[in-house]
T-cell receptor, first 113, second 111 residues
Framework: EDQVTQSPEALRLQEGESSSLNCSYT??????LFWYRQDPGKGPEFLFT???AGEEKEKERLKATLTKKESFLHITAPKPEDSATYLC??????????????FGTGTRLTIIP | DAGVIQSPRHEVTEMGQEVTLRCKPI?????LFWYRQTMMRGLELLIY????????DSGMPEDRFSAKMPNASFSTLKIQPSEPRDSAVYFC?????????FGSGTRLTVV
């Protein structure tokens, strides 16, 4: 069974204080690892997909990295508008068609001005 | 592109009543997913469809839950009878290949 564990559950940072969020996973054949951002009262919003160990992707103050067992979401010099819950999910390579995403429970990030 | 459209946004119902949640996926997307989100368990997959055919419904909690996708542009999730433990936010998502787009969700409260 696919499993995703995210840590920490919650993180409070001062504006400009860089940090990293962790996503550990187990899956039988990884097709992709996904990062989403979720704001209160909204659906998850897609950030990145990583497909193979060693891959990195960046978007503004966010950078996602992937190893064979975990992924990190690095946040550099965050701003209050980066406050949100960040979700990690894995997709297994099983069927030819689309496969479900298995999500972690998320990290609730708060950036204090 | 209007995105994934869910209705209603909020639903409050009494225990024992039937509840129907609706979803319109993005045009051209051939996969549709129903997720449930709670504080305790996070996002859990209930069921998903490929080309309107149910592929995996192992996440459906029990027989009180049912889902249909009569055509490529519409899906429903029905709970009958509803119970207080069904209170959660229900999300619909659609996908064509690797990109999943979520709707804004339906917040269900069963009293």
């Amino acid at each position: 069974e696919d499993q995703v564990t995210q840590s920490p559950e919650a993180l409070r940072l001062q504006e400009g204080e860089s940090s990293s969020l962790n996503c550990s996973y187990t899956v039988s054949g990884l097709r992709g690892l996904f990062w989403y951002r979720q704001d209160p009262g909204k659906g998850p919003e897609f950030l990145f997909t990583l497909y193979s160990a060693g891959e990195e992707k960046e978007k503004e103050r966010l950078k996602a990295t992937l190893t064979k067992k975990e992924s990190f979401l690095h946040i550099t010099a965050p701003k209050p508008e980066d406050s949100a819950t960040y979700l990690c999910a894995v997709q297994a390579r099983r069927n030819f068609g689309n496969e479900k995403l298995t999500f972690g429970t998320g990290t609730r990030l708060t950036i204090i001005p | 592109d209007a995105g994934v459209i869910q209705s209603p946004r909020h639903e409050v119902t009494e225990m024992g009543q039937e509840v129907t949640l609706r979803c319109k996926p993005i045009s051209g997307h051939n996969s549709l997913f129903w997720y449930r989100q709670t504080m305790m368990r996070g996002l859990e997959l209930l069921i998903y469809f490929n080309n309107n055919v149910p592929i995996d419904d192992s996440g459906m909690p029990e027989d009180r839950f049912s889902a249909k996708m009569p055509n490529a542009s519409f899906s429903t999730l029905k709970i009958q009878p509803s119970e207080p433990r069904d209170s959660a936010v229900y999300f619909c998502a659609s996908s064509r290949m690797y990109g999943y787009t979520f709707g804004s969700g339906t917040r269900l409260t069963v009293v």
